[in-house]
């Protein structure tokens, strides 16, 4: 395909206002792209490399404005170029508004006016900057970049601009071309025909609908999979459906990663009964791969790689993860999991260490001297051949711990349907100073790059309250010796001015057993009454209790109830006068 056609058929795409039609446009570039295909997918996106490659143009802006420069006349500086971008806001725009051709004399087209520009010749050139290395490379750079622009006509400028500094902006996102894909090689003629027609929704219509998004779906698995649209184009045009499903995770190539959305306990538990509880480690994301590319149950080539969220490649910066990972583990691997920061005792350090190492690319060998980093593995995508993909959590956590379960690199999977127990898990992940918790829909596969409901990470707590202790219960069996759960209460002022405490929960949780000795002795001359395991307490002490929600209850006597109450400290600075009023109380609750 040349060049000039692939820039004309970008132009309509872009000119095209509605989606359907855009993909309609897509839709038939792709079916006519013939060799060029896999290229045209990832041009149309602004992308000369498939997402899990690391490899990138490098060319930067400045580059860029000089080699316009250049091909646009002797009279023409970068600073020119870039004063124009102020005034047309885009770089597509401003090559395009240059003569290009005019440097080379009309003769330079061919009989069409057409530059000789093809768009696999453009790829290429392309592919062979970006392995220009060392010194000089940025000025060989420049000469072909600039050779590329001096062959180009305007329209074809525009686009080249664009691709160069890897904006296409022609409105195709990864969906439209995902739908294209579909629609081009696997949509018959007769289910395309049927969902165009505007007429009201009949059965066959709906019936082609529902085939048409299960062809998308195919499509977007083995894009999801692979992370390269290009390749997908082309297996689904020449193996279809059966080949796409037989699309497989490549070790060595990164899968986009699966991400967590904000939810409590109480969503958690409503929407699936139970939940797979693990500690939310704060540390940095990472994608492990160990082997050979090639699928099978001994390592051919021991081999490890490890990406970013990003999919960006970040084994150099992290050299005894690549080392743990040897030393552990005999077979094919993809994990997902976090690298931490940790000390020598090896708990977990802020955040900010580990971006001090995450991706080094210098002086890494000093660095390592500094800030020791370690492995935290929660997921396993792939073992020993097997996809894992579909599989449950539980199931993968399984695989997870039979390859690192004798590791400080997994933490224990926590099945519970159980509020309570899942706050004491949550409790000691924090006493252990990880960030908190995730809740995980057991029964869920691993969805690569969806945001979905299946991943919760437990919210932060809202604003706190600073509630009055009115009572108590002694523990049982090994706590019975402590007060264990403790009667909150907020203040009311009475008819008189005198304050009065309303109860609205009960805190048990986020407390540690010291803590507890500790609370207890503070206490225990507080007690005015007992029944059973029950005491009163004359109100003289206040907790900071933070909640997932306030409810509206008849339980308590405020008319309120805490969800989830956990204990955070207590207010040694406050007195039961200054503690939180039921008003406080209510307003907040009128606020979630
Ligand atoms: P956030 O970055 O706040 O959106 O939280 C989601 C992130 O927590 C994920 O993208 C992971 O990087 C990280 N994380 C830590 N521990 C886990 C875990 N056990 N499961 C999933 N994600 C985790």
């Given at each position: 395909?040349?060049?000039a056609?692939?820039?004309?058929r970008a132009n309509d ?7 359907l039609?855009k ?6 570039l ?8 896999p290229?045209v997918a990832r ?11 690391s490899s990138?143009?490098?060319i930067?802006?400045?580059l860029c ?6 091909a646009?006349?002797?009279n023409?500086t970068a600073?020119d170029?870039?004063e124009r971008?102020?005034?047309?806001g ?7 508004s240059?003569d290009f051709?005019g440097?080379?004399?009309?003769a330079?087209?061919?009989?069409g006016g057409?530059s000789d ?8 050139e ?5 392995a ?5 490379s940025q000025?060989r750079?420049?000469d ?10 305007a329209?074809?400028?525009?686009y080249?601009?664009?691709l160069?500094?890897s904006?296409m902006?022609?409105?195709v996102g990864?969906?439209?071309v995902r739908d294209a894909v579909?629609?081009a090689?696997l949509v018959d ?5 049927a ?11 709906e019936?082609a609908?529902d085939?048409r998004d299960?062809?998308i779906?195919?499509?977007?698995r083995?894009l999801?999979v692979?992370?390269d649209?290009?390749?997908?184009a082309?297996?689904?045009r ?8 037989a699309?497989e995770l490549?070790?060595?190539?990164p899968?986009?990663a699966m991400?967590a959305?904000?939810?409590t306990v109480t969503?958690a ?5 139970e939940?797979a509880v ?6 940095a994301r990472v ?7 090639e699928?099978?149950?001994a390592?051919?080539e021991?081999?490890v790689?490890l990406?970013?969220r990003?999919?960006e490649?970040?084994?150099?910066a992290l050299p005894e993860v690549v080392?743990?990972v040897?030393a552990e583990?005999d ?7 976090e690298?931490v920061?940790?000390?020598?005792a090896g ?9 001090r190492r995450?991706?080094r690319?210098h002086d890494v060998e ?6 020791t ?9 792939h073992?020993?051949?097997d996809d894992?993909?579909t599989?449950?959590?539980?199931e993968r ?5 039979e ?13 519970s ?8 898990y949550e409790?000691?992940a ?5 960030e908190?918790?995730m ?21 932060p707590?809202v ?5 009055v202790?009115t ?7 090994r706590r019975a010796?402590f007060?264990g759960?403790f009667?909150?209460?907020a203040r009311v002022?009475?008819?008189d ?5 309303r109860t ?8 540690t057993?010291?803590k ?11 007690i005015?009454s007992?029944s059973?395991t029950?005491?009163?307490l004359?109100?003289t002490?206040v907790?900071?209790v933070?909640y ?9 006597s405020s ?5 989830f ?6 207010r040694e600075?406050?007195t039961?006068e200054t503690?939180?009023?039921l008003?406080?109380?209510e307003?907040l609750a009128?606020?979630?």
């Open positions: 395909m040349q060049f056609d692939f820039a004309a795409i872009e000119a095209e206002p509605a989606d039609a993909t309609a446009l897509l839709r038939d792709f079916a006519t792209a013939g060799e060029d295909l290229v041009f149309v996106q602004g992308r000369v490399f498939p997402a899990w490659q990138t143009l490098d930067g802006p400045n404005y000089e080699a316009i420069a250049r646009a006349g002797q023409v600073a170029v870039e971008l102020a005034e047309l885009e770089i597509g725009a401003v090559a395009a240059f051709g440097q080379r004399g009309l330079a087209f061919g009989a057409q520009l093809t768009v696999a010749g453009v790829d290429d392309l592919r062979q900057l970006a220009a290395e060392g010194s000089g000025d750079k420049l072909t970049l600039f050779g590329l622009f001096n062959r180009c006509s329209a074809e400028a525009r080249l601009a664009r160069v500094l904006e902006r022609i409105g990864e969906g439209t579909a629609e090689f003629a007769e289910d395309a025909a969902i165009r027609d505007d007429e009201a929704e009949t059965e066959v219509e019936a609908r085939r299960a062809a779906a195919t499509v977007e083995a999801q692979s992370n649209y290009g390749r997908v082309v297996v689904a020449d193996e279809g459906r059966d080949g796409l499903d699309v490549d070790v060595g190539r899968v986009q991400l959305q904000a939810g969503d538990l409503d929407e699936w009964g939940a693990e500690t939310k480690f704060d540390g994608q492990v791969h160990y082997g050979s590319g699928a099978g149950n390592v051919e021991e081999e790689s990406f970013s990003n999919m490649d970040v084994t150099d080392e743990f040897e583990i077979q094919p691997v993809i994990l997902d999991g690298v920061a940790v000390d020598d708990a977990p350090l802020p955040f900010q260490e580990i971006l995450f991706r690319k000093q660095m390592r001297e500094e800030i980093v370690e492995l935290r593995a929660f997921d396993c995508l073992a020993a051949g894992l993909l599989q449950p959590v539980t956590h399984a695989r997870l711990a390859l690192l379960g004798h590791t400080e690199a997994v933490s224990e999977l926590l099945l349907d159980d509020a309570e127990e899942i706050e004491h409790a000691d924090l006493e252990a100073g990880h908190g918790i809740l995980k829909n057991p029964v869920s596969p691993y969805s690569p790059g969806n945001r979905g409901k299946n991943w919760l990470k437990r919210k707590d604003e706190t309250l600073d509630l202790v009572g108590a219960e002694w523990g049982e069996g010796k007060l759960t009667l909150l209460s002022e009475d008819a001015g005198d304050d009065e405490f609205i929960g009960k805190v048990a949780t986020g407390i057993d010291e507890l000795a500790e609370l207890t002795e503070l206490l225990e001359p507080d005015v007992q059973g029950e005491v009163d004359r109100p002490t907790f900071e933070g997932e929600e306030i409810q509206v209850s008849p339980t308590y008319g309120y109830a805490l969800r109450p956990r204990f955070v400290e207590v600075d406050k039961p503690a939180d009023s008003t406080r109380v307003r009128e606020e979630q």
